[in-house]
């Protein structure tokens, strides 16, 4: 059974730094793309970064130029670099990976507040 662990979610102020990490328990032998996806209390769920297999990358207008994914495919983890915090970035960001045939694993999520 594959598990999608994240982990560096935490509490940060106004123009600070964090970085997720996420990591699957279990092996997979392919996968097709690596995203971050976020929600925030009372709002759906919204992508906010995804890296394919090939290395290319797509974000979310809102965080472009301060959010950097990067993924380790020997690894099978992904990274998601948070720069330039907001207040509007606080929710709780989940990654997920989508594999051949259409399935997708999902983390856990783990919590991102930008407070001063």
């Known amino acids: 059974q594959v598990q999608l662990v994240e982990s560096g979610g935490g509490l940060v102020q106004p123009g600070g730094s964090l970085r997720l990490s996420c990591a699957a328990s279990g092996s997979i032998s392919s996968i097709n793309a690596m995203g971050w996806y976020r929600q925030a209390p009372g709002k759906q769920r919204e992508l906010v970064a995804v890296i394919f297999r090939g290395g290319s990358t797509l974000y979310a207008d809102s965080v472009k130029g301060r959010f950097t994914i990067s993924r380790d495919n020997a690894k099978n983890t992904v990274a998601l670099q948070m720069n330039s915090l907001k207040p509007e970035d606080t929710a709780v960001y989940y990654c997920?990976?989508?594999?051949?045939?259409?399935?997708?694993?999902w983390g856990q999520g783990t919590q991102v507040t930008v407070s001063s």
């Open positions: 997920k990976f989508a594999v051949p045939g259409g399935f997708e694993y």
